[in-house]
């Protein structure tokens, strides 16, 4: 009796503390490629679900690693398995889509650097939970996109990258209209997110 309401304790402390984090793609159509994900950067803990909504233009959001920032993590080293949400073209009349990645036991405290691939080269790029104490930042992840996928030719070593954003975002979002998997997956929750996310890995 005693041990249940302990549980049912640290289930509810887990479940409260869970959160959603958002990250606006497309949200600014007047700014450059850094302003594709806003914000670049976020640190999210076992049990949260960073989402990725759609808002405005052609997008993706896929995971790479820091050496390749525009090049799919599994087409960059075949043993890695990243997340990928497709193209989501978001045309004016067209609802937001999301995609969800879930923080499980086996991705926590694991930093997962992204891109989107029509804005890449101009820096369209983020992470979840890098360290940037270490030599792998934010602002050296947009580097070397610029550098391996930019048009400019010239030496774009002085692209000043702003990491300002180390809080997350914390508001909870209403589910939207659209139908999609990824959708349904975030209305059910974390828990309904996890067979997505898993199905996602073996893909
Ligand atoms: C959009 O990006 C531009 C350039 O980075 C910036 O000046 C402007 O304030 C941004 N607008 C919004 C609404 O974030
Ligand atoms: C979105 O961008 C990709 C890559 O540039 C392109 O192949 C695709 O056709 C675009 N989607 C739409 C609906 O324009
Ligand atoms: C590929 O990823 C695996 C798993 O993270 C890692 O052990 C390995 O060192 C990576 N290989 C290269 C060439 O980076
Ligand atoms: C993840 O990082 C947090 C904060 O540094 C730490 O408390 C936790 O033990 C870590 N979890 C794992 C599984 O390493
Ligand atoms: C970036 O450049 C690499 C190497 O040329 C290429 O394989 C990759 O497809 C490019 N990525 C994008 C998003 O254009
Ligand atoms: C971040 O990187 C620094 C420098 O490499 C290292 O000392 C520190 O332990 C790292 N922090 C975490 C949480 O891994
Ligand atoms: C190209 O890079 C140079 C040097 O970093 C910079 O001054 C210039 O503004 C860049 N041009 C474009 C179009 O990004
Ligand atoms: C996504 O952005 C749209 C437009 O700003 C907003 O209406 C919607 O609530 C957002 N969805 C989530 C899950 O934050």
Excluded at 78 to 86: E, V
Excluded at 103 to 126: A, S
Aim: aromatic share 8%; proline share 5%.
């Amino acid at each position: 009796m005693y041990t249940s309401f302990v549980v049912f304790l640290l289930v509810s402390a887990w479940m409260v503390a869970a959160k959603d984090i958002i990250i606006t793609v497309g949200g600014n159509s007047s700014g450059d490629g850094t302003t594709t994900f806003q914000p670049q950067r976020v640190v999210a803990e076992l049990g949260d679900n960073v989402i990725f909504n759609f808002t405005q233009g052609n997008h993706s959001a896929v995971e790479s690693t820091f050496a390749q920032p525009c090049v799919p993590a599994h087409v960059a080293n075949i043993s890695l398995n990243g997340f990928d949400s497709g193209f989501h073209d978001i045309t004016n009349g067209t609802p937001p889509a999301i995609q969800p990645v879930p923080i499980l036991v086996q991705n926590v405290n694991q930093t997962m650097w992204f891109f989107d691939y029509n804005t890449c080269g101009e820096g369209g790029v983020g992470v979840i939970n890098d360290n940037e104490s270490s030599t792998e930042t934010l602002a050296g992840f947009i580097r070397n996109a610029v550098k391996l996928n930019g048009t400019n030719t010239t030496d774009s070593s002085s692209s000043s990258a702003s990491s300002a954003s180390h809080s997350a975002t914390t508001s909870a979002p209403a589910p939207t209209s659209s139908s999609n998997a990824a959708d349904r997956a975030l209305r059910v929750g974390v828990v309904g997110a996890l067979p997505l996310f898993i199905a996602s890995l073996f893909l």
